[in-house]
């Protein structure tokens, strides 16, 4: 499956035993020419909370189990609707990172309540001692350097870790070199997704993200969402916010501080398989 090019393998956990997978399996399946090939791995599991529908998991291409995915969150839905799995078009899941609930819409998107932002640096968690910010609006804004250069960013928590970035020229910029470096910056203990943009409008950004354990993909939800929450924050951008990315568009909505993001688009099935391990 994918969300606007964010690509999915997904498997349905509830009627097959997939209890023996290790951290291995999944960096096969993940690969492009020796598996199936994904972004990243999402499992369809029985819930173990009551009051939720289903338990969601996600695992990197690196085989690394992580907290949120906004765009395999629409994925789930599209998947357990399509299996017969769930016969409702709003479902509550439970993820790493808590309580997500996306609905399926009546033109087929798909909006995903991915709850609040978490905007406290320690929370992210990102290591500001010895740092100092600068205010613009309502965001701290923090400098980090890597490789002699420093760049400002905005560090957001979607139940997962960004550092947002803006850029004049995000075409242009140089994603590949600099991604692996914020990711990989010793001061986010846990790595972090690095999203780059460019506002276009107060209601328009282009966005590329470089995913913590996947490397550039062609869309990351959540890194729209932690994007457009930095915009906002920094009074750049106003809700709702268009949000393309080289996959495709999506559409983020929030009202602020204490408010949930919603996050809304496309889900797609592209083929269903088999594969012997």
Same mark, same amino acid.
């Given at each position: 499956?994918?969300?606007?090019?964010?690509?999915?393998?997904?498997?349905?956990?509830?009627?097959?035993?997939?209890?023996?997978?290790?951290?291995?399996?999944?960096?096969?399946?993940?690969?492009?020419?020796?598996?199936?090939?994904?972004?990243?791995?999402?499992?369809?599991?029985?819930?173990?909370?009551?009051?939720?529908?289903?338990?969601?998991?996600?695992?990197?291409?690196?085989?690394?189990?992580?907290?949120?995915?906004?765009?395999?969150?629409?994925?789930?839905?599209?998947?357990?609707?399509?299996?017969?799995?769930?016969?409702?078009?709003?479902?509550?899941?439970?993820?790493?990172?808590?309580?997500?609930?996306?609905?399926?819409?009546?033109?087929?998107?798909?909006?995903?309540?991915?709850?609040?932002?978490?905007?406290?640096?320690?929370?992210?968690?990102?290591?500001?001692?010895?740092?100092?910010?600068?205010?613009? @609006?309502? +965001?701290? !804004?923090?400098?980090?350097?890597?490789? #002699?250069?420093?760049?400002?960013?905005?560090? &957001? %928590? *979607?139940?997962?870790?960004?550092?947002?970035?803006?850029?004049?020229?995000?075409?242009?910029?140089?994603?590949?070199?600099?991604?692996?470096?914020?990711?990989?910056?010793?001061?986010?203990?846990?790595?972090?997704?690095?999203?780059?943009?460019?506002?276009?409008?107060?209601?328009?950004?282009?966005?590329?993200?470089?995913?913590?354990?996947?490397?550039?993909?062609?869309?990351?939800?959540?890194? @729209?969402? +932690?994007? !457009?929450?930095?915009?906002?924050?920094? #009074?750049?951008?106003?809700?709702?916010?268009? &949000? %393309? *990315?080289?996959?495709?568009?999506?559409?983020?909505?929030?009202?602020?501080?204490?408010?949930?993001?919603?996050?809304?688009?496309?889900?797609?099935?592209?083929?269903?398989?088999?594969?012997?391990?």
């Amino acid at each position: 499956m994918h969300g606007a090019g964010n690509d999915f393998i997904v498997i349905d956990a509830i009627n097959q035993d997939i209890s023996f997978f290790t951290a291995e399996h999944w960096k096969h399946l993940a690969d492009r020419r020796f598996g199936i090939g994904a972004d990243q791995i999402l499992v369809v599991e029985r819930p173990v909370t009551e009051g939720v529908d289903f338990r969601y998991r996600i695992y990197n291409a690196d085989g690394g189990e992580v907290e949120q995915c906004g765009n395999g969150s629409r994925a789930f839905v599209r998947f357990v609707t399509d299996k017969k799995l769930s016969a409702k078009t709003s479902i509550r899941v439970e993820t790493m990172a808590g309580i997500i609930e996306p609905s399926l819409n009546e033109n087929g998107s798909i909006t995903v309540n991915m709850g609040a932002p978490i905007l406290d640096a320690a929370q992210v968690p990102f290591d500001a001692s010895d740092l100092k910010p600068t205010v613009q @609006a309502k +965001a701290l !804004v923090w400098p980090l350097v890597m490789n #002699g250069k420093t760049i400002d960013f905005t560090p &957001v %928590s *979607m139940g997962n870790p960004h550092a947002v970035q803006l850029v004049d020229d995000v075409a242009n910029y140089p994603v590949l070199l600099d991604g692996p470096l914020i990711e990989h910056h010793p001061r986010f203990p846990k790595r972090v997704n690095a999203g780059f943009m460019q506002v276009l409008d107060p209601q328009h950004i282009r966005l590329r993200v470089y995913e913590r354990g996947a490397g550039e993909t062609l869309a990351c939800g959540t890194g @729209a969402c +932690a994007a !457009v929450v930095a915009g906002i924050q920094r #009074g750049l951008l106003t809700s709702p916010v268009r &949000v %393309s *990315m080289h996959g495709g568009e999506l559409s983020i909505a929030w009202q602020g501080e204490n408010h949930p993001v919603f996050l809304s688009g496309p889900a797609v099935t592209v083929f269903d398989g088999e594969i012997n391990i």
